[in-house]
């Protein structure tokens, strides 16, 4: 499933054609993905111009001058292709500006659109119980230590919870808690002050070199421009199950299922 990083290498990649833009067209081939496609999609961004693109979590966001946003949600294998050859079977929405055409193709349709009043964001109800984003101000070490005291639920656990943070997904929660010498199946309510020192920063470099590197390209997913993500090549713990951790600890990486999803960590030098 596409992650924050991916999502934000899919933002800026289409910023850099649709900002500004005048939206001339709308296609939809199909009435809905995971959800119904809004009644009055077509009739609210055709002829609206484009004043900005956003990030909320995992949600994309295209903000439109007819105080209406377009947000998108990737699902399992959504991503959007810019000036495509044709329009597949799975290409579902397509925008059609004067000089470029924006397909969003999801062959599984767990992806979704929805169309907002921009003044409502904040209340729109996937956004309203959201906590911090990871990249933004508001996490903090305070914030974690008031968001997790007395919760006996693993760190790991907590971190995937979008009322703690905002946007976290397994491979970064993974490669984060590496990063921060945590051991994953810890009480997130035991945590030290040390070990959130460690954490904050720690979420925040994983997420930056990701989204550097343009995300992970795990099985569907692509930039909008078509190229892969690089940032897989650089895990030191996810889906590395049986290999010598990259740190000096001479360990071996471990996978645990938590919650239903697969954990990978050091238990060497993750404590």
């Known amino acids: 499933m596409p992650e924050l990083p991916e999502v934000e290498t899919t933002v800026r990649g289409l910023a850099h054609h649709l900002e500004g833009k005048r939206i001339e067209r709308v296609v939809l081939n199909r009435p809905d993905m995971r959800f119904p496609f809004p009644p009055n999609l077509v009739q609210v961004v055709t002829g609206a111009s484009v004043v900005g693109l956003g990030r909320r979590a995992k949600y994309g966001l295209i903000h439109t001058d007819r105080a209406a946003t ?11 292709r810019i000036d495509p050859d044709g329009i597949g079977k799975h290409d579902h929405l397509v925008l059609e500006t004067a000089g470029h055409r924006f397909a969003l193709c999801d062959p599984r349709r767990f992806g979704f659109v929805d169309l907002v009043d921009r003044e409502a964001l904040d209340a729109w109800p996937a956004f309203a119980a959201m906590g911090p984003e990871p990249l933004g101000p508001g996490l903090t070490v305070e914030h974690l230590r008031s968001a997790l005291k007395g919760r006996t639920a693993s760190i790991k656990l907590m971190l995937l919870d979008q009322r703690i943070v905002a946007g976290l997904g397994n491979i970064y929660v993974c490669e984060a808690l590496f990063r921060a010498r945590i051991d994953p199946r810890k009480a997130a309510g035991k945590l030290s002050r040390p070990a959130l020192d460690r ?53 071996t990486v471990r996978r645990i299922v938590q919650g239903g999803r697969s954990t990978w960590f050091c238990p060497s030098c993750q404590r």
Not at 70 to 80: Q, Y
């Open 70 to 80: 377009i947000v998108f949600h990737l699902g399992m294998s959504g991503r959007w």
């Open 199 to 251: 954490l904050v920063p720690a979420i925040r470099q994983v997420l930056e070199e990701a989204i550097k590197q343009g995300g992970s390209s795990l099985r569907d997913y692509a930039r909008p421009s078509g190229e892969l993500g690089y940032f897989a090549s650089r895990f030191d713990v996810y889906d590395r199950e049986g290999q010598p951790c990259r740190a000096p600890c001479k360990g």
